[in-house]
């Protein structure tokens, strides 16, 4: 047989698996007709939460209930949308309503833990953003939160869904690339000179509860920065929610899309947890008032293989053309991975032979709907909890080892930093008065 035949038939077998994971509209067909609608409460209705809204309203075996947010024209947006729901300010109210089965945690990452867990604990199913916590401590409270009341969690890690994501797993795993020694993670963009800018402290605006949206949080003046959301007179936000990039509310990069990233390598590569952990970087140029990086190259060491997360938010300059995305390098094949599909690039051919298979849209829609299928047949659903959580922790460690400078060795039994105790110190986060875990 000839190498091109051979590559004919590496093709064909790519296409035909590609095509047995497409779903069919049976495969995906809803519970028409049911009588057990399942009640659902959001917490959190901004940026994520509004794809949320609309892909539950889709669903002929879920009724919204319940919209709450401590901002009011976010509550306005959602309320046009869900009218028969009832408003809250306080998320408390929700899990006190016997008619909520199920609730939406879409709120900044450090108010994904508290809600979570309370939830939990009220007999509630939670279908919760990611990254699951600020704190690798908190997240696994999470965890024993759901286990100890037998909830199903669901972690916002969508690309789980994606059927072509799950093809690209499988082939990593069956040996197609041979032997994967090391993959590279990255997100590139440049948004100099100014970033998100660097606006005064200020006071908060009357429709908003300041107070409440820090939670947790430590007490500070109003920034807009801080709280991060910017809607137009028609409430549409006008860019990607800044909290994201002050350590109180969440990790910068690193947790927001390195999650996602870190998440699918783990899965491929049959490993959830790092033994060693460094990182470089730092706020190199941009003039604004972010605490997370705007430079960050991170290195996870792994049994069996390395991984680097790298972040540029100065130079969007491509990696061979993709501004985002994965590599696995293999002994026999390259395989670059992304929201679009997925290339394989076979060793030792001058040009290469590229195959690829498209990505199905909808994995928000697909991800909900695993998750309203796991509530009701009590299995756990693609991204549960404990999944979420070992994703998050990776991404934790490395910012904890960019805050500390130095190498972190990680003990994935004991979820404990060895030998460091300043370091151990950033696993987990003091709660302002009165919250608490």
């Known amino acids: 047989m000839t190498a091109s035949s051979n590559r004919r038939d590496f093709v064909k077998t790519l296409a035909l698996g590609a095509a047995a994971l497409a779903p069919s509209a049976k495969a995906y067909a809803r519970s028409q007709g049911a009588n057990d609608r399942l009640g659902i409460g959001i ?3 901004g940026q994520m939460a509004r ?53 939406v ?12 867990v309370m939830a939990c604990e009220a007999g509630k199913d939670v279908y919760v953003e990611k990254p699951t916590a600020v704190a690798i401590a908190e997240s696994r409270q999470m965890i024993e939160a759901a286990r100890r009341n037998d909830r199903i969690v669901q972690v916002g890690t969508q690309q789980r869904s994606a059927p072509h ?26 948004l100099l000179p100014d970033g ?37 007179e028609n409430l549409q936000y006008q860019r990607w929610s800044s909290f994201r990039w002050f350590w109180d509310y969440a990790g910068g990069m690193m947790t927001d899309w390195g999650v996602h990233l870190l998440d699918i390598v783990q899965w491929a590569m049959d490993a959830d947890a790092p033994e060693k952990v460094s990182s470089h970087g730092g706020k190199l140029v941009l ?36 501004g985002y995305g994965i590599f696995f390098h293999g002994t026999e094949a390259t395989m670059f991975l992304d929201r679009g ?11 290469g032979v590229p195959m690829q298979a498209q990505s199905l849209p909808a994995s928000h829609a697909r991800h909900m709907r695993n998750f309203l299928d796991c509530v009701k047949s009590r299995q756990q659903p693609v991204s549960d909890i404990e999944i979420g959580h070992r994703s998050t922790s990776t991404a934790i460690l490395g910012n904890i080892a960019y805050r500390t400078g130095r190498q972190l060795t990680w003990d994935r039994e004991a979820e404990a930093i060895v030998g460091d105790a300043e370091a151990a110190k950033l696993l987990d986060l003091a709660y302002r008065a009165p919250w608490t875990l």
């Open 43 to 45: 917490i959190g209705v």
């Open 51 to 103: 794809g949320h809204l609309e892909n539950l309203l889709a669903e002929q075996d879920v009724e919204v209930r319940a919209l709450c947010d401590v901002y009011a024209p976010n509550l306005e947006w959602a309320a046009a949308r869900a009218p028969r729901a009832m408003t809250h300010v306080d998320f408390r109210e929700v899990l006190d309503r016997d008619d909520i089965d199920a609730v």
């Open 105 to 116: 945690v879409g709120t900044p990452d450090h108010w994904h833990a508290i809600p979570t």
């Open 165 to 190: 994501f799950r093809y690209a797993v499988q082939l990593v795993r069956g040996g197609t690339l041979g032997k994967v020694t090391f993959v590279r993670t990255w997100n590139y963009r440049n």
């Open 196 to 232: 998100i800018g660097n606006p005064p402290d200020g006071t908060p605006p009357d429709d908003l509860d300041w107070d409440m949206w820090l939670g947790p949080a430590p007490s500070v003046p109003y920034n807009e920065n801080r709280f991060g959301v910017f809607l137009d």
């Open 287 to 322: 003039e604004d008032n972010r605490q997370t990086p705007d430079t960050i190259q991170a290195t996870f060491r792994y049994p069996g293989f390395v991984c680097t997360y790298e972040n540029r938010e100065c130079s969007s300059h491509p990696l061979d053309g993709h």
């Open 341 to 351: 599909g997925f290339q394989i690039h076979p060793e030792g051919r001058e040009q």
